[in-house]
């Protein structure tokens, strides 16, 4: 099954940055869209970013202009900068991808914590 590794969160002050990042192994059928979700104590996960095989990117509004995904599909790979942190930004960020058989995996998570 795949196997979905993230890395690059942390502790980081309110305007300061963060990249995330996530490979992705023992891949079976090839991967469509990879996304990123995000998901803080007491709310439902939501999608922070996706970006298809093709580059086709779509934002959250409430990141928007403030993130920016991008993957290397020869890689497997995704990641997320993230810049002009706020508080509100605190959360578990998970790697998710979408094999071209529509099944979804996820990775186990990384925690971003921005300090006000």
């Known amino acids: 099954q795949v196997q979905l590794v993230e890395s690059g969160g942390g502790l980081v002050q309110a305007g300061g940055s963060l990249r995330l990042s996530c490979a992705a192994s023992?891949?079976?059928?090839?991967?469509?869209?990879m996304a990123w979700y995000r998901q803080a104590p007491g709310k439902q996960r939501e999608l922070v970013a996706s970006?298809?095989?093709?580059?086709?990117?779509n934002y959250a509004e409430s990141v928007n202009g403030r993130c920016t995904i991008s993957r290397d599909n020869a890689k497997n790979t995704v990641s997320l900068q993230m810049s002009s942190l706020k508080p509100e930004d605190t959360a578990t960020y998970y790697c998710?991808?979408?094999?071209?058989?529509?099944?979804?995996?996820w990775g186990q998570g990384t925690q971003v914590t921005v300090s006000s």
């Open positions: 998710n991808a979408v094999d071209r058989k529509a099944y979804a995996w």
């Open positions: 970006i298809t095989r093709g580059g086709i990117t």
């Open positions: 023992r891949i079976t059928f090839s991967i469509n869209e």
